[in-house]
């Protein structure tokens, strides 16, 4: 089985962009059930998570991949794995380094806003406030004012 792939012949391409973006809005709706989560719910969103990142690795660009590893991070960071929520923030802010003119511009400031979530979920305060800073100097910068109120919202999050 290792050697196994996912070829179009099994799931052809729009259909594992309709299951890749069916998952990522699942996880979507699972991390704003917040307290109403379950532990079944939980590992669910970290599941989902990752299989909606699997398939837009398989099928989308580097928009996705930094998007993907970023929400897997916020799903590990809201699940209260702090370590796991770094290690794909990271993931997430190494993808992005380089990158960021050939990216929407509200991606920086999430990927800094991720950053900063994960390093509270693992209690690194000092970090955080570093990561905090950068999300909103990113933010400044987004030209879309709905992009900009929602990650600036985000951030607010973190600082309440």
Same mark, same amino acid.
């Given at each position: 089985?290792?050697?196994?792939?996912?070829?179009?012949? /099994? @799931?052809?391409?729009?259909?594992? #962009?309709?299951?890749?973006? %069916?998952?990522?809005?699942? @996880? !979507? *709706?699972?991390? =704003?059930?917040?307290?109403?989560?379950?532990?079944?719910?939980?590992?669910?969103?970290?599941?989902?998570?990752?299989?909606?990142? +699997?398939?837009? #690795? #398989?099928?989308?660009?580097?928009?996705?991949? @930094? /998007?993907?590893? !970023?929400?897997?991070? #916020?799903? +590990?960071?809201? $699940?209260?794995?702090?370590?796991?929520? @770094?290690?794909?923030?990271?993931?997430?802010?190494?993808?992005? $380094?380089?990158?960021?003119? *050939?990216?929407?511009? !509200?991606?920086?400031?999430? /990927?800094?806003?991720?950053?900063?979530?994960? +390093?509270?979920?693992?209690?690194?305060?000092?970090?955080?406030?570093? %990561?905090?800073? =950068?999300?909103?100097? %990113? $933010?400044?910068?987004?030209?879309? %004012? =709905?992009?900009?109120?929602? /990650?600036?919202?985000?951030? $607010?999050?973190?600082?309440?």
């Amino acid at each position: 089985m290792l050697g196994m792939t996912l070829d179009d012949d /099994v @799931v052809d391409a729009a259909t594992q #962009r309709r299951i890749a973006v %069916a998952l990522f809005n699942r @996880v !979507w *709706d699972l991390l =704003e059930a917040g307290d109403d989560r379950t532990p079944e719910d939980t590992a669910e969103m970290i599941d989902a998570a990752h299989a909606s990142r +699997y398939l837009w #690795r #398989r099928i989308g660009g580097l928009e996705q991949a @930094v /998007v993907g590893e !970023w929400q897997i991070s #916020r799903a +590990y960071a809201s $699940a209260g794995l702090g370590d796991e929520a @770094v290690r794909h923030a990271d993931l997430a802010f190494s993808l992005l $380094a380089g990158n960021e003119d *050939d990216l929407p511009d !509200w991606i920086p400031a999430s /990927v800094h806003e991720g950053r900063a979530r994960a +390093y509270l979920a693992a209690g690194d305060g000092p970090s955080a406030s570093v %990561a905090i800073a =950068e999300a909103a100097t %990113a $933010a400044a910068r987004i030209a879309d %004012a =709905e992009d900009r109120d929602l /990650v600036e919202s985000q951030i $607010a999050e973190l600082t309440s």
